[in-house]
């Protein structure tokens, strides 16, 4: 064999794709280096676990059996019973997407919306929203919501916004439906690779979100390299070919990148054909997980809620979906806030958030005061890839591929795709069957080099 077949592939980040995407390398005797920046592996698909038996998921809460069972835990998971979203609208709840067609306005925009079949294509995504779920839906439930998530107004948005929202009412509601019959957590909306049906349904790995990650590192040992932030990919004439880290170059067969996208456009070196991703934004998050005595506080799992006089856009009670995750008589309320980094949430001391938090839900559980137990914030930069208008034509060419040889960016903020870990996996997947064909195809052209240019046809 030669040489520059044994090189390795160097990866760049131990989150959910990196860690399948070394995987499926090393299942296929490529040679794989996997270098992460952060103290530990597992990147948003992390849980933490306290003295007083709660557990807080750090982004992910919902897998589904199917993932667990191609990464190899099925028999490691629980199966979660119950799983339903709400909006907060006016001092009452109503369940989602159905429950808001009991208001009449949201009804008729809805039906009116359906039934226009000349809806030209919309430019916005405030233009999407209208033309798919009618005015009144759009502008005081999606639109409001969107904006929150994203930091951008919705008429600066893409449509492809709602790419991400796939499901047609029929399939909903048959899996809402296969959810009560089956008394199985459906999964609805997690899977775009993948068809969604009523076999496929949520669960929870023992010992948190992160066991996922830790069954792909398993047969990885020696090739993870923690506390390792990539500094630059080297690229030549178009081509990866290798990397720096601590200051020190490696070579590499190929480089695969799970780095946010504006940060990917930063670390090449050698050309700037990436440059014009430097722009693309992500919306900062803070989970504000607050511990309450009591249960069953919210109207359901997932509470939305889009009035102005909310700060936070979603409130997400995990143990009722999966009870194991606070003692008996407590629950974990997770509070997701939308911010920027240089604002007073992001830099808000965690105290002073509990107490905010706090105060903005009175109006939901009135009370919340006599039931506060604390809270333990989490923080991430790159939460939600913003799809800027802007950035929209460039935003399209990217998602064609790097254009670099030998230079892959995946997962969910590599491929700058608001993605779950199900599609993440898929995704991975398919893309090193194809990397591992590349080299083999380059391996062959090294071993039997092309010694004269192919006659031409005509
Ligand atoms: C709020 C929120 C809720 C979610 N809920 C769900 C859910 O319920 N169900 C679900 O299936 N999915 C959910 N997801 C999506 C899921 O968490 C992600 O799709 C998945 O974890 C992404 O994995 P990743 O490997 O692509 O990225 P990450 O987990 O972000 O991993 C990337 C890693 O790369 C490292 N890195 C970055 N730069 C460098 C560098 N230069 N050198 C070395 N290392 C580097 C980082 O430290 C990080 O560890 C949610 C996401 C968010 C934000």
Known sequence: MKASIRKPVVILGAGLAGLTAAHFLHRNDVPVRLFEAGNKIAGLAQSFHDEEGFTYDFGAHFVTNRLAKAVGIADKCRTVRHYAETVWLGGKSYSYPFGLLRIPRMFAGGLRSQLNLSQGKSATAAEWFRASYGDALADEVAIPLTEAWSGAKADKLSSAVGDGIANSVAQTLWLKLASRLTRRAVSCGYSRELPENAGVYHVYPEGGI?????????????????????????????????????????????????????????????????????????????????????????????????????????????????????????????????????????????????????????????????????????????????????????????????????????????????????????????????????????????????????PQLS
């Open 210 to 454: 992160g066991t996922l990650c830790q069954a792909l590192a398993a047969d990885l040992n020696g090739m993870i390299q923690l506390e390792s932030p990539v500094e630059k990919i080297l690229v030549e004439q178009d081509k990866a070919i290798g990397v720096r880290v601590g200051g020190r170059e490696m070579e590499a067969a190929a480089v695969i990148s799970t780095a946010p996208v504006n940060v990917l456009g930063k670390l090449i070196e050698g050309t700037s054909s990436l440059a014009y991703l430097t722009p693309f934004r992500y919306r900062p998050m803070v989970f504000v997980n607050l511990r309450l005595h009591g249960r069953g506080l919210l109207p359901d799992v997932v509470t939305w809620t889009p009035e102005a006089q909310y700060p936070f856009f979603r409130l997400t009670e995990t143990p009722l979906s999966m009870p194991w995750l606070a003692p008996a008589d407590k629950t974990i309320l997770t509070v997701d806030i939308g911010c920027e980094k240089s604002d007073e949430f992001w830099q808000m001391a965690d105290e002073r958030l509990g107490e905010f938090c706090v105060a903005h839900l009175q109006t939901i559980i009135p009370d919340i005061r006599s039931r506060f137990e604390g809270c333990r914030v989490m923080r991430t930069p790159v939460a939600y890839p913003v799809f800027l208008r802007e950035y929209e034509t460039e935003r399209q060419k990217f998602a064609r591929g790097t254009g670099i040889g030998n230079l892959y960016s995946i997962g969910r903020n590599g491929e700058f795709m608001h993605i779950f870990m199900e599609d993440v996996y898929e995704r991975t997947k398919q893309r090193m069957a194809q990397l591992t064909q590349s080299l083999t195809a380059q391996k062959r052209l090294s071993v039997f080099p092309v010694l004269s240019p192919k």
